[in-house]
């Protein structure tokens, strides 16, 4: 590994054997990867891509079927226990004991990595988190915000190379995840690098200096937010129509002026312009002159889950099937 570099993973696969009978299924195919010391990636996917498979490789909780991997300078398949003495975990499901209060429960985190101090450390992480006043009351009173924080808290009390977060805000409110988000940006801010799964686009807007999108076990994008949706174009015209009317709209539209390109959206089609704005009058000429009646005609800037609608035609958030999907083809 390159100092650069905090994870590098090369061809990394996950297979299952099948039971029964039944074929193995690959979870994680051939995926490349690598996260630069100190940024905050972001790893994102539907439910099922293969996000917390990833994970639980790096981990060292999965073994790894092919290919390889480095987290923190060390070998994931050669040397699993240093890999643990220098990362920080905390996965979608927050285990605590409900019956120790916050502070019981970190310094015997402490105890547990031998750290030097375990009171003054314990004290320093409930600044950190924003649970001072709290430290001092039974985890079962903690609000699911509040648990979080706690969980967040036990993975860095031996102050890791690289922390991985496994959907972090998955079931909270919008107040609690900003909460959350705050913290991820402070504990990155002490030099901690941050390996993110999220199924939530703005979370990852927020957070993350780099991403990679997931589908199906494979990256299908990777780069920086920015630059994934400026290779879609300036704007997303999305044109409400029947499943019927498609291919008839797809011809139509492909002579409007400065396209990028056209794909399956649960409402219709996504057309993607130069200027959306100005496009929208030859949008609706385009399908009148071919009989077709448009439905809701919106226009917004790109998103990342514009960048995974032109990967795989479908949409990480929502869930609704495009048309394609529909019909049993991508």
Same mark, same amino acid.
């Given at each position: 590994?390159?100092?650069?570099? /905090?994870?590098?993973?090369?061809?990394?696969?996950? =297979?299952?054997?099948?039971?029964?009978?039944?074929?193995?299924?690959?979870?994680?195919?051939?995926?490349?990867?690598?996260? /630069?010391?100190?940024?905050?990636?972001?790893?994102? %996917?539907?439910?099922?891509?293969?996000?917390?498979?990833?994970?639980?490789?790096?981990?060292?909780?999965?073994?790894? #079927?092919?290919?390889?991997?480095?987290?923190?300078? +060390?070998?994931? $398949?050669?040397?699993?226990?240093?890999?643990?003495?220098?990362?920080?975990?905390?996965?979608?499901?927050?285990?605590?004991?409900?019956?120790?209060?916050? $502070?019981?429960?970190?310094?015997?985190?402490?105890?547990?990595?031998? +750290?030097?101090?375990?009171?003054? =450390?314990?004290?320093? @992480? @409930?600044?950190?988190?924003?649970?001072?006043?709290?430290?001092?009351?039974?985890?079962?009173?903690?609000?699911?915000?509040?648990?979080?924080?706690?969980?967040?808290?036990?993975? @860095?009390?031996?102050?890791?190379?690289?922390?991985?977060?496994?959907?972090?805000?998955?079931?909270?409110?919008?107040?609690?995840?900003?909460?959350?988000?705050?913290?991820?940006?402070?504990?990155?801010? #002490?030099?901690?690098?941050?390996?993110?799964?999220?199924?939530?686009?703005?979370?990852?807007?927020?957070?993350?200096?780099? +991403?990679?999108?997931?589908?199906?076990?494979?990256?299908?994008?990777?780069?920086?937010?920015? #630059?994934?949706?400026?290779?879609?174009?300036?704007?997303?015209?999305?044109? %409400?129509?029947?499943?019927?009317?498609?291919?008839?709209?797809?011809?139509?539209?492909? $002579?409007?002026?400065?396209?990028?390109?056209?794909?399956?959206?649960?409402?219709?089609?996504? +057309?993607?312009?130069?200027?959306?704005?100005?496009?929208?009058?030859?949008?609706?000429?385009?399908?009148?002159?071919?009989?077709?009646?448009?439905?809701?005609?919106?226009?917004?800037?790109? #998103?990342?889950?514009?960048?995974?609608?032109?990967?795989?035609?479908?949409?990480?958030?929502?869930?609704?099937?495009?048309?394609?999907?529909?019909?049993?083809? =991508?």
């Amino acid at each position: 590994m390159s100092d650069e570099h /905090a994870i590098e993973v090369s061809a990394l696969s996950k =297979r299952y054997r099948g039971s029964r009978g039944q074929p193995d299924v690959e979870a994680v195919r051939g995926i490349d990867l690598h996260v /630069a010391t100190g940024e905050v990636f972001g790893f994102l %996917g539907p439910n099922g891509a293969g996000k917390t498979t990833t994970v639980r490789m790096l981990c060292t909780l999965l073994p790894i #079927s092919d290919g390889r991997a480095t987290v923190a300078g +060390v070998d994931v $398949r050669r040397d699993p226990a240093e890999v643990r003495r220098r990362i920080g975990v905390a996965l979608q499901e927050v285990g605590l004991d409900t019956t120790q209060t916050g $502070r019981e429960l970190l310094e015997l985190q402490c105890g547990l990595y031998k +750290v030097p101090d375990p009171a003054a =450390r314990t004290t320093e @992480l @409930l600044e950190l988190v924003g649970l001072t006043e709290a430290g001092d009351r039974l985890v079962r009173a903690y609000s699911g915000g509040m648990k979080r924080r706690l969980d967040l808290a036990t993975a @860095l009390v031996h102050a890791p190379e690289v922390l991985f977060l496994d959907e972090p805000t998955t079931g909270l409110d919008p107040a609690s995840r900003v909460t959350i988000w705050d913290e991820v940006r402070r504990i990155n801010a #002490s030099g901690t690098t941050v390996f993110l799964t999220t199924q939530y686009l703005e979370e990852a807007d927020q957070l993350c200096e780099r +991403v990679a999108i997931i589908d199906e076990g494979t990256i299908v994008a990777q780069g920086t937010p920015d #630059s994934l949706k400026s290779e879609l174009g300036s704007d997303v015209v999305t044109v %409400g129509l029947d499943a019927d009317h498609h291919e008839a709209a797809r011809s139509a539209l492909a $002579r409007v002026p400065n396209l990028g390109h056209i794909t399956d959206a649960a409402e219709g089609l996504a +057309v993607y312009v130069d200027d959306g704005a100005a496009a929208v009058p030859d949008i609706v000429q385009l399908l009148s002159g071919a009989g077709i009646r448009p439905g809701a005609i919106t226009l917004s800037r790109p #998103s990342l889950d514009d960048v995974f609608l032109a990967a795989t035609g479908r949409r990480i958030e929502g869930g609704a099937p495009t048309p394609a999907e529909t019909a049993g083809a =991508r």
